[in-house]
């Protein structure tokens, strides 16, 4: 799993009020064992274990919001291939 600076992750219904009620949340770093980020809306920040992390993916619970850029560097390979 590529885990970034920047990478955005939604949380779902269940799981909110464990995240301030946040609809959100941005990697602010990752070291490779741990993983800090912000909530959204300013909501505050926290860290988690990457096991949990990948065991919220796992169960659904977190969703990866795809980055615009990459979406548009998917577009601009896609056209080229054609």
């Given at each position: 799993m590529l885990i970034e600076e920047g990478?955005?992750?939604q949380i779902s219904q269940g799981i909110k009020s464990f995240f301030n009620s946040a609809e959100s949340f941005t990697v602010k770093s990752y070291n490779g064992v741990t993983v800090q980020f912000?909530?959204?809306d300013s909501k505050g920040y926290g860290s988690m274990p990457i096991d949990h992390l990948e065991?919220?993916?796992k169960?659904?619970?977190l969703t990866?919001?795809?980055n615009k850029r990459i979406l548009?560097?998917?577009d601009n390979s896609e056209e080229q291939i054609s």
């Open positions: 990478t955005k992750y912000t909530l959204a065991y919220l993916l169960k659904s619970n990866l919001i795809p548009l560097s998917n």
